[in-house]
T-cell receptor, first 112, second 114 residues
Framework: LAKTTQPISMDSYEGQEVNITCSHN???????ITWYQQFPSQGPRFIIH???TKVTNEVASLFIPADRKSSTLSLPRVSLSDTAVYYC?????????????FGKGTTLSVSS | ETGVTQSPTHLIKTRGQQVTLRCSSQ?????VSWYQQALGQGPQFIFQ???????GRGNFPPRFSGLQFPNYSSELNVNALELDDSALYLC?????????????FGPGTRLTVL
């Protein structure tokens, strides 16, 4: 199965930009890279996904280089409420179907 | 509010027993995925069902099985429970199969195996 690698934790202050990078090998040619946010005692929540280059929505940007072996989630001007665990997710498609592979997560702590 | 619900919220079982966890998908979604999340770990993919057929499976033994019903609700069954099965079990529904669709997660079922 595909494997992803993320930093275990990151610290930031309110108002700063935070960039979290995920490395992923064996990502399938046609599969997106997706990022989720999870708060304690809740299920993960979708943030953003993309296939290549740059994707931006109202809460984040996602940068994916041409080789697609990594991706970087960018959170502009974080606030205390952005303290959470962030996961990258990739698909691993084979004859049996598609497995969905989450990273181990990056715990982001935002301080005032 | 995601619309994905799971039952029960919490469950306590003993080793060797069997358990059934239930998930109701968000309206309009035909795909459901199940995950196991141990404390402090990322969700581990168990399997995905698309239109009542298994569409992908992670590294879980056959004692983890599932069903998806015509209304796209789903069950996860675990036989011969082991202590290591203690975890949060999450289901997520999406509008289509594979990995390229936004998944909407339920709040999870916390299973404790004694």
């Amino acid at each position: 199965l595909a494997k992803t690698t993320q930093p275990i934790s990151m610290d930031s202050y309110e108002g700063q930009e935070v960039n979290i990078t995920c490395s992923h090998n064996n990502i399938a040619t046609n599969d997106y890279i997706t990022w989720y946010q999870q708060f304690p005692s809740q299920g993960p929540r979708f943030i953003i996904h993309g296939y290549k280059t740059k994707v931006t929505n109202e809460v984040a940007s996602l940068f994916i280089p041409a080789d697609r072996k990594s991706s970087t989630l960018s959170l502009p001007r974080v606030s205390l409420s952005d303290t959470a665990v962030y996961y990258c997710l990739v698909g691993d498609t084979n004859q049996a179907g598609t497995a969905l592979i989450f990273g181990k997560g990056t715990t982001l702590s935002v301080s005032s | 509010e995601t619309g994905v619900t799971q039952s029960p919220t919490h469950l306590i079982k003993t080793r060797g027993q069997q358990v059934t966890l239930r998930c109701s998908s968000q309206s309009g979604h035909n795909t459901v995925s199940w995950y196991q999340q141990a404390l402090g770990q990322g969700p581990q993919f168990i399997f995905q069902y698309y239109r009542e057929e298994e569409n992908g499976r992670g590294n879980f033994p056959p004692r983890f099985s599932g069903l998806q019903f015509p209304n796209y609700s789903s069950e996860l069954n675990v036989n011969a429970l082991e202590l290591d099965d203690s975890a949060l079990y999450l289901c997520a529904s999406s509008a289509d199969s594979g990995s390229n669709n936004e998944q909407f997660f339920g709040p999870g079922t916390r299973l404790t195996v004694l």
